[in-house]
């Protein structure tokens, strides 16, 4: 009888406790390491290991928020992850902390970092991806069309023996021109634009002219930069899709391997962006580009 009252009692509380998953997640992640210090403030990134992959190929994400807001949690590629990519979400200083060119250091010195830092996490640092939304968009443009450019190289960090230089760009909808952003935009476009950019640089880009081509991707393309993958909604009402056309024009200037894929009826980000189609399509030129 005692037997039989304690099976019950088991089933009852079985039965009580909350639904569960047992499912074992395919990869590895390491929070808040630290890649590099400014002025006091630690900087920081989150690391993704696939936990079935060997020596994995190595991808960046760079966030938006109009480079005063956002955080490397809000990392998107956890489907990349799973099909065999490492990834590193990086933080960098927002414009109300610095002003550019202080997000393009951070984000070189941790490129450095990682390259440094691959044998110790284990995945392929020769070929490195980089990836990024909006603002985010705008500094991963900036990066690979800057490979080896002194000027905005900085020092941060304790790999300087190491190379900035990123072989594979996907830009989602970032600014590249700072100099025709402002006259291209929509009413709600300036309300965002304006007060974003004179944050960033200090000033208006037209009143802060060297500095703000200095920050444009298209016044940097030249005919060594990466291959570059642009996806751009054709209803984006923050950033004009003639942003991307601007890049892209430049890249077939130069006969640089460019692909643009439009969203029709996109607006700035949404869930459209990373479903499955566009991952394959991400997928696939990250492939291309990083592995043998």
């Given at each position: 009888?005692?037997?039989r009252?304690?099976?019950?009692?088991?089933?009852?509380?079985?039965?009580?406790v909350?639904?569960?998953?047992?499912?074992?997640?395919?990869?590895?992640q390491?929070?808040?390491?630290q890649?590099?210090?400014?002025?006091?403030?630690?900087?920081?990134?989150?690391l993704?290991?696939?936990?079935?992959?060997?020596?994995?190929?190595?991808?960046?994400?760079?966030?938006?928020?109009?480079?005063r807001?956002?955080?490397?949690?809000?990392?998107?590629?956890?489907d990349?992850v799973?099909?065999g990519?490492?990834?590193?979400?990086?933080?960098?200083r927002?414009s109300?902390?610095?002003?550019?060119?202080?997000?393009i250091?951070?984000?070189k010195?941790?490129?450095?970092?990682?390259?440094?830092?691959?044998?110790?996490?284990?995945?392929?640092?020769?070929?490195?991806?980089?990836?990024?939304?909006?603002?985010?968009?705008?500094?991963?443009?900036?990066?690979?069309?800057t490979?080896?450019?002194?000027q905005?190289?900085?020092?941060?960090?304790?790999?300087?023996?190491?190379?900035?230089?990123?072989?594979?760009?996907?830009?989602?909808?970032?600014?590249?021109?700072?100099?025709?952003?402002?006259?291209?935009?929509?009413?709600?476009?300036?309300?965002?634009?304006?007060?974003?950019?004179?944050?960033?640089?200090?000033?208006?880009?037209?009143?802060?002219?060297?500095?703000?081509?200095?920050?444009?991707?298209?016044?940097?393309?030249?005919?060594?930069?990466?291959?570059?993958?642009?996806?751009h909604?054709?209803?984006?009402?923050?950033?004009?899709?003639?942003?991307?056309?601007?890049?892209?024009?430049?890249?077939?200037?130069?006969?640089?391997?460019?692909?643009?894929?439009?969203i029709h009826?996109g607006?700035?980000g949404?869930p459209?962006?990373?479903?499955?189609?566009?991952?394959?399509?991400?997928?696939?030129?990250?492939?291309?580009?990083?592995?043998?």
């Open positions: 009888m005692r037997n009252c304690s099976l019950s009692l088991f089933l009852l509380l079985l039965l009580s909350p639904e569960r998953s047992f499912a074992v997640e395919s990869f590895q390491f929070n808040d390491i890649y590099a210090t400014a002025d006091n403030h630690r900087l920081l990134l989150d993704y290991l696939p936990k079935v992959k060997q020596q994995p190929p190595l991808l960046v994400w760079i966030h938006g928020g109009a480079w807001a956002g955080s490397k949690a809000n990392m998107p590629l956890i990349l799973k099909q990519f490492a990834v590193a979400s990086v933080d960098y927002l109300p902390v610095a002003k550019f060119p202080a997000q250091y951070d984000i010195a941790a490129i450095r970092f990682l390259r440094g830092s691959a044998e110790m996490y284990g995945y392929n640092a020769d070929k490195i991806g980089i990836l990024g939304s909006s603002a985010g968009g705008h500094l991963v443009a900036l990066m690979g069309v490979n080896g450019n002194q905005l190289e900085g020092d941060l960090g304790d790999f300087d023996n190491q190379s900035s230089s990123v072989q594979a760009i996907v830009d989602y909808f970032g600014p590249t021109n700072f100099m025709t952003i402002l006259p291209q935009s929509t009413p709600h476009g300036l309300s965002v634009r304006i007060p974003a950019l004179e944050l960033l640089l200090g000033d208006r880009p037209e009143k802060k002219a060297d500095l703000a081509r200095l920050a444009s991707p298209v016044f940097h393309v030249d005919d060594q930069d990466p291959p570059l993958l642009i996806i909604g054709d209803q984006d009402p923050q950033v004009p899709i003639n942003q991307s056309h601007e890049l892209q024009g430049k890249y077939e200037q130069y006969q640089r391997d460019v692909t643009f894929k439009v009826g607006a700035h949404g459209e962006f990373f479903d499955k189609e566009r991952m394959q399509l991400v997928e696939k030129f990250l492939r291309k580009h990083l592995t043998p």
